[in-house]
């Protein structure tokens, strides 16, 4: 069965719209979440991500068990990566280091250049949506696969208006990634001090992440849930434990992780439901007897 969509022409980029109907009818405010494809995809293959998001956190109201009532309703927009789907240019660009010795150039600026796209999104989506002041947009969330995992580490960063994000089987530390990957190949490939110059400006790692200073944390107060695989080989989640033992997310953020025993890179169904489990709570619903998790936030290895 095929979830209700519509597409729109944002700024030149084509996105598809998920939920907009339920939340045109709505009574509460929107929040909106961007989703995003992993290398070599493109938006609609996000369409079981995004059935999932939409069908859990409904079954979740239904439920009620916890108490707690809605407060948001959601709305999804899915977006193509740059060189995917409708906005491919080159194949070359998209291929591992066997067969592009350019590849941690070639991947880095393609989804910092996502990146720039969605926060681009960011300041026109709500006259796309409600061009007559319709509804009011609450908050801004990211959540993404693989290469849109490292894209929803990257908004969290650089972006103040993003509050929730869910990176799935991503990595907020490019550089141990790429090294990693250079290691396994034994090859040599294109790795300029240009880049490493940027990757200590931009990469999510070398960000004050770390820091109790609300000023300049960037994850002051955001929340996140780290959804990975034991088993996964292309990204490891052992590269990205660093960055979430030493996270400082504040009084009112939440850091939650959940790596899938067996679970290679792929984005699980167990995953999905655990992301539409922490969006109703953390996001879309409000009261009920369950304290919302903040600053130590928890695992579930």
Aim: net charge negative; glycine share 10%; with cysteine.
């Amino acid at each position: 069965m095929t979830t209700p969509h519509k597409r729109f022409n944002m700024g030149g980029i084509h996105t598809v719209v998920y939920n907009l109907d339920a939340a045109l009818a709505s009574p509460h405010p929107i929040a909106v979440l961007v989703a995003s494809h992993g290398l070599m995809g493109k938006q609609f293959d996000l369409k079981n991500l995004v059935a999932g998001i939409l069908e859990g956190t409904r079954k979740l109201e239904q439920q009620d068990q916890d108490g707690r009532t809605r407060r948001r309703e959601i709305v999804i927009v899915t977006l193509d990566q740059r060189n995917h789907g409708e906005r491919f240019v080159d194949d070359e660009a998209n291929q591992y280091l066997a067969k592009n010795e350019r590849h941690p150039l070639d991947l880095y600026s393609l989804f910092r250049g996502t990146t720039s796209d969605v926060s681009g999104l960011i300041d026109i989506i709500p006259s796309y949506l409600f061009p007559h002041d319709e509804k009011t947009v609450e908050e801004f969330w990211m959540t993404g696969i693989s290469l849109g995992g490292h894209v929803t580490y990257q908004l969290l960063t650089h972006d103040p208006r993003v509050r929730l994000g869910i990176p799935i089987i991503g990595c907020p530390d490019y550089t141990s990634l790429t090294t990693s990957r250079m290691r396994s190949h034994g090859q040599p490939c294109i790795f300029p001090q240009t880049l490493q110059t940027l990757l200590k400006r931009t990469d999510p790692i070398n960000s004050p992440f770390d820091t109790s200073d609300p000023k300049v944390n960037p994850f002051w107060n955001k929340k996140l849930l780290v959804l990975t695989g034991q088993a996964d080989d292309v990204v490891p989640a052992a590269l990205g434990e660093p960055f979430y033992d030493r996270l400082q997310v504040g009084p009112e953020g939440v850091k939650e992780r959940w790596s899938q025993e067996g679970c290679g890179h792929r984005c699980s169904k167990e995953m999905i439901e655990r992301a539409a489990e922490f969006l109703w709570k953390h996001g879309l619903s409000e009261g009920g007897s369950g304290e919302q998790q903040g600053q130590g936030g928890k695992s579930m290895l």
